[in-house]
């Protein structure tokens, strides 16, 4: 089901926000505007200064991260992690070559995160030395011209965060909001755009995810709640938690306080423009019982009417999810990436306006790709979800960059090294890198600016 426009805004109308202000107000916010808001109509140019860039996170690239809780997570008893992440890509070493690269491919930007649990290892201690570390990044980004996007957690936390009880700990928000302050005065002459936070939604994304395999009644939530009770008997630390395997409730009520007064710690620190980048499935209603408004209401609404004070909103898209009375598998037939999900690029283009309609503030494409072996699936991908920005771009919407996940075949948290969301291959011994067709597809759209 490809649905057109006028679909669309009906179903933003059932959308409870009570907005209803659509895109052409978003040059009336009052924001500071981004610069380069240029509409694109007509031409087949994206807009200038369009953001082209690809995305890692630390945990998944770095290596060797064993200061933060998911360095116990893979290897708790029963854990649900296939495999440890180990040296993933060795990223933490070799990323000057990475990073030129993408400035070699063509791409103008590039997404990364900064880990937390390398930056504060003791509560209170903020190593120097690390973040020169992510100076040395930051300025490799610079000197080939790539647009440098920070997210400052993507998911990992140090482990005396964890044993603290994580986002569940009433301190957390200030303990959060002073690293980032740290971190953001010593790193963000350099910084683009801030992202506090990665995904926050995702905990309560989990309560609509059917496994296929899961014990009979158990959506991934509980599968998460019944790790953590083993986690914390077999630390003995009866209040370890963690972001994924976090009571949702209490963490998310912490992690909206959180980024609230990090977005100010950022700023009073350096005035960057500051927000959050939300993982959006294509939601799709189905049948005269549809969940969906209640889905939404559960899983985005809050996080969306938060990210109207902000100064963008990053969207992250895989897939779309029909919603009957519960979410629908994907359809008889269809083609399934390496995550079981359904293969459908162009679930990128509702979920931006989607974004963009409920918040009125820019849209970044902080993530979208496709988990796969065969890397000519990975190019049709690229090019129906861009085809898909194109057309949101030329109705007005203000998207400032598609960036693509991911630069590199990396850890795919609970799934391990398995899945290839990667333009980059990397070879697990010898850490060997091998640039994929995709790459260089995207990386010539990202030169010509145009599809
Ligand atoms: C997430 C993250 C990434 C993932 C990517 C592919 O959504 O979990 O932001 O860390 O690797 O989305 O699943």
Redesign the pocket.
């Known amino acids: 089901m490809n649905m057109n426009r006028r679909e669309w805004m009906q179903r933003g109308a059932t959308f409870a926000l009570g907005i209803g202000l659509g895109e052409r107000l978003l040059a009336s916010t009052g924001k500071p505007p981004l610069s380069g808001e240029v509409k694109s109509a007509g031409s087949p140019k994206f807009p200038p200064k369009f953001l082209w860039g690809a995305a890692t ?1 630390a945990h ?1 690239v770095e290596g060797n991260n064993v200061n933060s809780d998911n360095w116990l997570l893979e290897r708790a008893p029963n854990t649900m992690y296939k495999e440890p992440s180990r040296d993933a890509c060795d990223h933490y070493h070799l990323y000057e070559q990475d990073i030129n690269q993408l400035a070699d491919l063509g791409f103008n930007a590039y997404r990364f995160s900064i880990e937390w649990a390398r930056i504060e290892p003791e509560k209170g201690f903020f190593s120097r030395a690390e973040l020169e570390h992510y100076r040395r990044m930051l300025e490799a980004c610079h000197k080939r011209g790539l647009t440098p996007l920070v997210t400052y957690s ?1 998911f990992t936390l140090p482990r005396w965060f964890a044993y603290q009880g994580a986002w569940e700990n009433p301190e957390s928000a200030d303990l959060f909001a002073r690293y980032c302050e740290r971190a953001t005065a010593q790193l963000g002459d350099l910084i683009a755009y801030a992202a506090t936070f ?2 926050p939604d995702i905990p309560y994304l989990f309560h609509w995810i059917n496994l296929p395999n899961a014990p009979a009644g158990m959506d991934l939530a509980g599968l998460m709640a019944a790790q953590k009770a083993g986690l914390m008997q077999h630390l003995n630390a009866p209040q370890f938690s963690s972001f994924l395997i976090g009571d949702a409730e209490k963490s998310r009520e912490n992690m909206m306080a959180a980024h609230t007064k990090a977005k100010s710690a950022i700023k009073s620190a350096k005035n960057i423009p500051v927000g959050l980048t939300l ?1 959006m499935e294509d939601d799709q209603p189905e049948g005269p019982d549809s969940r969906y408004a209640e889905k939404q209401a559960d899983v985005y609404v809050p996080w969306l009417k938060l990210a109207k004070q902000d100064d963008f909103i990053g969207v ?1 898209t ?1 897939t779309r999810s029909r919603i009957a009375s519960k979410a629908l598998p994907p359809p008889q037939g269809a083609e399934l990436t390496q ?1 079981g999900y359904e293969f459908y690029p162009e679930s990128l283009e509702h979920t931006v306006r989607l974004a963009a309609k409920e918040t009125a503030v820019p849209v970044i494409v902080t ?1 979208n790709g496709v988990a796969t072996e065969d890397d000519t699936r990975r190019v049709e991908y690229i090019r129906r979800a861009l085809a898909g920005v194109k057309r949101c771009i030329d109705d007005g919407i203000n998207v400032r960059g598609y960036i693509h ?2 630069l590199l075949d990396n850890f ?2 609970i799934f391990g090294y398995t899945p290839k ?1 990667g333009l980059i291959a990397v070879d697990r011994e010898t850490q060997k890198r091998t640039v994929k067709p995709s790459a260089s597809t995207l990386g010539k759209i990202a030169k010509a600016n145009s599809l």
Request: charged share 20%; hydrophobic share 40%; glycine share 0%.
């Open positions: 996170a998944q993507h990665n995904e993982a992250q895989y995550m993530e996940w991911s795919e948290w969301f």
